[in-house]
């Protein structure tokens, strides 16, 4: 069991900027994936993008490529999610993941993923 508690969201205009934080506790995946996942109104949630903690490796999701970038903390097993150049079609609510993972793309399919975040809203004004 992981829990995960986010943080970073707000309100801003659009080609600002937000930085959002998941820290990670208690009994962690041997081999775990963490990102994040949103769900505007109306919509499905969709991925946004993960890291591999064994590896590295990241997935983005083509919507958010050249503007998000996702980052680790191993000392504070939490993940950083620096999200510029922010667009109003980036609005929706940012659920952390974790998911214990072989390959990167596994992430992607939010049937996979093993906890969730409490969610933080982002909202981006025209």
């Known amino acids: 069991q992981v829990q995960l508690v986010e943080s970073g969201g707000g309100l801003v205009q659009a080609g600002d900027s937000l930085r959002l934080s998941c820290a990670a506790s208690?009994?962690?995946?041997?081999?775990?994936?963490m990102g994040w996942f949103r769900q505007a109104p109306g919509k499905e949630r969709e991925f946004v993008v993960a890291?591999?903690?064994?590896?590295?490796?990241?997935a983005y999701a083509d919507s958010v490529k050249g503007r998000f970038t996702i980052s680790r903390d191993n000392a504070k097993n939490t993940v950083y999610l620096q999200m510029n150049s922010l667009k109003p079609e980036d609005t929706a609510v940012y659920y952390c993941?974790?998911?214990?993972?072989?390959?990167?793309?596994?992430?992607?399919?939010?049937?996979?993923?093993?906890?969730w975040g409490q969610g933080t809203q982002v909202t981006v004004s025209s």
């Open positions: 993941a974790a998911a214990q993972i072989f390959i990167i793309a596994s992430m992607r399919d939010p049937r996979n993923i093993r906890s």
């Open positions: 208690g009994r962690t995946f041997r081999w775990l994936g």
């Open positions: 890291v591999s903690w064994s590896d590295g490796t990241t």
